[in-house]
């Protein structure tokens, strides 16, 4: 199996340690723009291309300051993603509103910020209208149900899925916003996650886009964009092959030139709101091998646990493990890579072959820039680390601080309970 490159050498890393202790999450300024680049260039063939991060899965408000400058705007579904994304300048047309069982303030916040409303279903036509009133542009989720299959592969499950609407009802949602004053409409879908296959946009791209012809000729509606939301995966094991951006923007366009542009569709925007695409390789969490245990089977203990990235517990998803300094030492030796939780589940790596670990080295965890940090909690009373940034010039910026104590016991501060708290 081949290895994965580390964003930081081990010298790097120590230089490091030294000022930010670990765990620390680093992200790779440069490789974040190339990558932000390469897919503005898939998808240049249409002018009105826009991706809209999805915040929810880095929401760092560096971060997306950078996705900012590439072009980006941002996906929000809650009233602090949308205040985040107020707080950097994202304007009028720069943020989605994709939210779902949606409070009724945080349409109203949305309404302030001049996003664009996704709605997740037919009886928030009335919940947006009572609100916050109708936008002149409305989007709409669509729900297909049944299975997502593309050639013969079952993907999803959508008809299990709570998101989005039946076709009947965003029918009747897109007639109801159009007596209500909406003037223009995009339609949404999600309907398969870390894909892995260059086929996935551009199979979703042709079911979006006959429904946008049968949705104009049916309703009379405007159709300004079509949004292809998240869902393109990234190769988390290093034996996987890689989704190729350009392959997939060339899909789309030709599904819109057989399907749209004969129907007289030819200025129909593509919107993606891609989270994991757009990050997850260019973050990774650093952690030091503090204990090793030697019972019925050998485990690390590092100083990391699930509170920094819970992607293994939660899913038993496979991360990349890089033990620095010793890429090309033989991985013959096979670990549990643990964390320090009361769980059983806190397990980075099981039987992972890596090299001999000794008491202080550096492990590198890959992948961990989408729905890495951005899940992390506070079980067991486990603070959440730092975010450190290389940037272009070869320089490391902390873009967030590690938690301390007073942060964790901090919504206690309303009485003086724990006024004798010693920190
Ligand atoms: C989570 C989410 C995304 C991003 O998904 P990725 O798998 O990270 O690409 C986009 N849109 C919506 C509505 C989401 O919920």
Same mark, same amino acid.
């Given at each position: 199996?081949?290895?994965?490159?580390?964003?930081?050498?081990?010298?790097?890393?120590?230089?490091?340690?030294?000022?930010?202790?670990?765990?620390?999450?680093?992200?790779?300024?440069?490789?974040?723009?190339?990558?932000?680049?390469?897919?503005?260039?898939?998808?240049?063939?249409?002018?009105?291309?826009?991706?809209?991060?999805?915040?929810?899965?880095?929401?760092?408000?560096?971060?997306?300051?950078?996705?900012?400058? @590439?072009?980006?705007?941002?996906?929000?579904?809650?009233?602090?993603?949308?205040?985040?994304?107020?707080?950097?300048?994202?304007?009028?047309?720069?943020?989605?509103?994709?939210?779902?069982?949606?409070?009724?303030?945080?349409?109203?916040?949305?309404?302030?910020?001049?996003?664009?409303?996704?709605?997740?279903?037919?009886?928030?036509?009335?919940?947006?209208?009572?609100?916050?009133?109708?936008?002149?542009?409305?989007?709409?989720?669509?729900?297909?149900?049944?299975?997502?299959?593309?050639?013969?592969?079952?993907?999803?499950?959508?008809?299990?899925?709570?998101?989005?609407?039946?076709?009947?009802?965003?029918?009747?949602?897109?007639?109801?916003?159009?007596?209500?004053?909406?003037?223009?409409?995009?339609?949404?879908?999600?309907?398969?996650?870390?894909?892995?296959?260059?086929?996935?946009?551009?199979?979703?791209?042709?079911?979006?886009?006959?429904?946008?012809?049968?949705?104009? @000729?049916?309703?009379?509606?405007?159709?300004?964009?079509?949004?292809?939301?998240?869902?393109?995966?990234?190769?988390?094991?290093?034996?996987?092959?890689?989704?190729?951006?350009?392959?997939?923007?060339?899909?789309?366009?030709?599904?819109?030139?057989?399907?749209?542009?004969?129907?007289?569709?030819?200025?129909?925007?593509?919107?993606?709101?891609?989270?994991?695409?757009?990050?997850?390789? *260019?973050?990774?969490?650093?952690?030091?091998?503090?204990?090793?245990?030697?019972?019925?089977?050998? *485990?690390?203990?590092?100083?990391?646990?699930?509170?920094?990235?819970?992607?293994?517990?939660?899913?038993?998803?496979?991360?990349?493990?890089?033990?620095?300094?010793? @890429?090309?030492?033989?991985?013959?030796?096979?670990?549990?890579?643990?964390?320090?939780?009361?769980?059983?589940?806190?397990?980075?790596?099981?039987?992972?072959?890596?090299?001999?670990?000794?008491?202080?080295?550096?492990?590198?965890?890959?992948?961990?820039?989408?729905?890495?940090?951005?899940?992390?909690?506070?079980?067991?009373?486990?603070?959440?680390?730092?975010?450190?940034?290389?940037?272009?010039?070869?320089?490391?910026?902390?873009?967030?601080?590690?938690?301390?104590?007073?942060? *964790?016991?901090?919504?206690?501060?309303?009485?003086?309970?724990?006024?004798?708290?010693?920190?």
């Amino acid at each position: 199996m081949g290895d994965k490159k580390s964003i930081l050498s081990k010298e790097q890393a120590l230089a490091i340690r030294e000022q930010f202790p670990t765990p620390f999450y680093i992200y790779d300024e440069k490789a974040i723009r190339e990558n932000a680049r390469r897919l503005r260039e898939a998808f240049a063939w249409n002018p009105g291309f826009k991706e809209f991060f999805a915040v929810k899965a880095t929401p760092n408000p560096f971060l997306l300051k950078i996705l900012k400058e @590439e072009g980006c705007g941002t996906d929000c579904s809650s009233m602090t993603e949308l205040m985040l994304s107020q707080a950097l300048g994202f304007g009028e047309g720069e943020i989605m509103f994709s939210s779902n069982d949606t409070p009724p303030e945080e349409f109203a916040k949305a309404r302030e910020v001049q996003a664009i409303i996704n709605l997740d279903d037919l009886t928030h036509v009335e919940c947006l209208a009572q609100a916050a009133g109708v936008p002149e542009i409305v989007c709409c989720r669509y729900n297909p149900g049944g299975d997502f299959s593309i050639s013969n592969n079952i993907m999803d499950h959508p008809g299990d899925a709570k998101y989005g609407m039946t076709k009947a009802q965003i029918k009747e949602a897109y007639r109801k916003l159009m007596t209500l004053g909406a003037k223009e409409f995009g339609i949404h879908s999600f309907l398969a996650s870390n894909t892995v296959t260059n086929a996935y946009y551009p199979a979703l791209a042709r079911i979006l886009f006959e429904l946008a012809v049968e949705l104009k @000729e049916e309703t009379g509606a405007e159709i300004r964009f079509i949004n292809l939301s998240g869902g393109v995966g990234i190769a988390y094991r290093p034996d996987q092959p890689e989704n190729d951006i350009d392959e997939i923007g060339e899909g789309v366009r030709k599904a819109y030139e057989e399907v749209l542009v004969p129907a007289g569709m030819g200025n129909v925007a593509i919107y993606t709101e891609l989270g994991r695409f757009m990050l997850a390789p *260019y973050g990774q969490l650093v952690t030091t091998a503090i204990h090793e245990k030697h019972i019925y089977k050998e *485990y690390i203990g590092v100083d990391a646990c699930a509170v920094n990235l819970m992607r293994p517990a939660m899913y038993g998803a496979y991360h990349h493990i890089t033990v620095l300094g010793k @890429e090309n030492a033989p991985h013959d030796h096979v670990y549990d890579v643990t964390g320090s939780l009361c769980e059983n589940n806190d397990k980075f790596a099981i039987d992972r072959a890596l090299p001999e670990i000794a008491m202080g080295d550096l492990l590198v965890i890959h992948d961990a820039g989408a729905h890495g940090y951005a899940m992390g909690y506070n079980y067991n009373g486990k603070l959440k680390c730092a975010e450190l940034l290389l940037k272009e010039d070869g320089s490391v910026q902390m873009i967030r601080r590690a938690e301390t104590p007073k942060d *964790y016991f901090a919504t206690f501060d309303f009485c003086d309970i724990l006024k004798d708290m010693k920190y």
